[in-house]
């Protein structure tokens, strides 16, 4: 019983650990792509804040192996540093005079709740 436990905690942590160094890569990535933009525009404090985030990222090891041939080569044919590019919220994301057009007659009182969760968000 005990070498299942084993080998199961050993398992999860094996399912951690990519799942770690996935998430590294694709926020390295989204970082660099992200650099490029010449515009960036969002539509909220949050999303904003969160952007600035991901263009501050950097991963000292995987800049280091970018500096190698075939990566370095790529990097520089196809991604051009842009990192001043300022992120810019543009809102509202719709025309508010179409507002002034709805009655404020009583409806019925609801609770409506929107969220997006990712384990992105907890690096």
Same mark, same amino acid.
């Given at each position: 019983?005990? @070498?299942?436990?084993?080998?199961?905690?050993?398992?999860?942590?094996? &399912?951690? %650990?990519?799942?770690?160094?996935?998430?590294?890569?694709? %926020? !390295? /990535? !989204?970082?660099?792509?992200?650099?490029? @933009?010449? *515009?960036?525009?969002? +539509?909220?404090?949050?999303?904003? +804040?969160?952007?600035?985030?991901?263009?501050? /990222?950097?991963d000292s090891f995987l800049d280091?192996?970018?500096?190698?041939?075939? *990566?370095?080569?790529?990097? %520089?044919? *196809? %991604?051009? =540093? +842009? @990192?001043? @590019?300022?992120?810019?919220?543009?809102?509202?994301?719709? =025309?508010?005079?179409? &507002?002034?057009?709805?009655?404020?007659?009583?409806?019925?009182? &609801?609770?409506?709740?929107?969220?997006?969760?990712?384990?992105? /968000? +907890?690096?």
């Amino acid at each position: 019983m005990e @070498a299942l436990q084993v080998y199961f905690i050993s398992f999860l942590t094996r &399912i951690e %650990l990519f799942t770690t160094r996935y998430h590294r890569l694709v %926020l !390295y /990535h !989204y970082s660099l792509c992200l650099r490029t @933009a010449s *515009f960036v525009f969002v +539509n909220s404090t949050w999303t904003k +804040n969160e952007v600035d985030a991901v263009l501050k /990222h950097s991963d000292s090891f995987l800049d280091l192996l970018y500096l190698t041939p075939p *990566f370095l080569a790529a990097k %520089l044919l *196809f %991604l051009s =540093d +842009n @990192a001043s @590019a300022e992120v810019r919220i543009v809102y509202p994301p719709f =025309d508010t005079r179409k &507002i002034k057009k709805f009655k404020l007659e009583r409806k019925e009182p &609801i609770i409506l709740s929107i969220a997006q969760f990712r384990f992105v /968000h +907890n690096l």
